[in-house]
């Protein structure tokens, strides 16, 4: 905290109960050691829109316990990004399969200027899909390698490395159209470093078959066991509250979607249950989007060899990473 303006951070010493207030304009709020219970804290209390806590028995929850907080810090400088040459890989088998579900058709007609590409937000969900699942792809075989050190009392190793965040996806959009997040996700499954990736569908709004017809149906074997097809917003968050005395064997939920109208009750309750809501897998910012995907492990043992081993069954075995080749941006037009 040396060096921040104290208008932008401040300490409270108190103890964290249901009687508990924050001030009306918080962004971002963590709980330093003692005990924090989740399901009594947000009862009532609205959490900010970043928000967390990490105890002194090691536990944690909302974004503490749903990405790698680091990254929250880090920021794409997006204006350079452009500028540089960009990873593509060669998507095949599975994921080749998967990115043909992604719509060609430009999403607006528009002019362009000659010699220039169409805005971003103009271009088909193809275009602008792969363009996102690459550089995600890049940045997730960029970070597989664990770090291997020695431990604080040096009689001993450490590791520490990302693992598949357990992630949980809301569809509430009857269409003949898999939603573009769902498939995206997808891809990145299929050509990412990890050999299993934890995702869950929720069918919300859709009937008790929501998850057994075309085109969602096609996703039935890629998925977790455990996906369910919730009648209503009102089951669908019925079973959302009710996790705190019924909690997932993967840990607290990282929910990925939207309830339209309802998106404070479903921020509350997710964070009731430990856990996070997000509206989007892919925001705008790159390390976002690997923060999210994401979640760090640290493993201890008594050589290299045994925390290595111990970050691969945290992750599975190693995959192939594809080939990739790097694709340079449009040169500048000379004055």
């Not at 043909?100 to 969900?125: H, I, M, N, Q, Y």
């Not at 159209?177 to 569908?201: N, Q, R, W």
């Not at 607290?252 to 109208?261: A, E, T, Y």
């Not at 999210?292 to 050589?303: I, L």
């Amino acid at each position: 905290a040396d060096g921040l303006p104290s208008e932008l951070l401040q300490a409270v010493e108190d103890e964290v109960g249901d009687s508990m207030e924050l001030p009306s304009a918080v962004r971002a709020v963590r709980f330093v050691g003692g005990e924090v219970k989740p399901a009594q804290l947000w009862s009532d209390l609205q959490p900010p829109l970043d928000f967390g806590s990490r105890t002194s028995d090691g536990s944690a929850h909302g974004a503490c316990a749903a990405g790698s907080p680091l990254l929250a810090l880090a920021r794409t400088d997006v204006a350079a990004l452009a500028r540089l040459p960009r990873a593509r890989f060669d998507l095949e088998g599975e994921a080749s399969d998967l990115a043909a579900l992604l719509s060609t058709a430009p999403s607006k007609e528009v002019l362009a200027a000659p010699g220039l590409p169409p805005p971003r937000w103009a271009r088909s969900a193809y275009d602008r899909g792969l363009e996102e699942v690459n550089d995600l792809l890049d940045l997730l075989w960029g970070f597989r390698e664990p770090l291997v050190g020695a431990s604080e009392d040096s009689c001993g190793s450490v590791a520490a490395a990302l693992t598949a965040a357990p992630k949980h996806l809301i569809i509430t959009k009857d269409s003949t159209d898999i939603p573009e997040e769902v498939v995206k996700a997808a891809i990145v499954c299929a050509a990412g470093p990890f050999a299993e990736e934890p995702v869950t569908l929720h069918a919300v709004g859709l009937g008790t078959k929501g998850l057994s017809k075309d085109p969602t149906a096609l996703f039935a074997d890629w998925c977790s066991p455990g996906g369910a097809a919730h009648e209503s917003w009102a089951d669908f968050l019925l079973w959302l509250k009710g996790l705190p005395s019924n909690p997932l064997p993967t840990g607290p939920p990282v929910l990925f979607g939207k309830l339209r109208g309802m998106e404070a009750d479903l921020h509350r309750l997710a964070a009731r249950s430990g856990g996070l809501a997000w509206s989007s897998l892919f925001p705008p910012e790159p390390l976002d989007q690997l923060r999210r995907w994401c979640r760090p492990a640290v493993v201890r043992g008594s050589s290299p060899e045994e925390v290595l081993a111990r970050i691969e069954a945290l992750r599975g075995p190693a995959k192939a990473e594809p080939e990739v080749h790097v694709s340079a941006p449009m040169p500048e037009e000379e004055e």
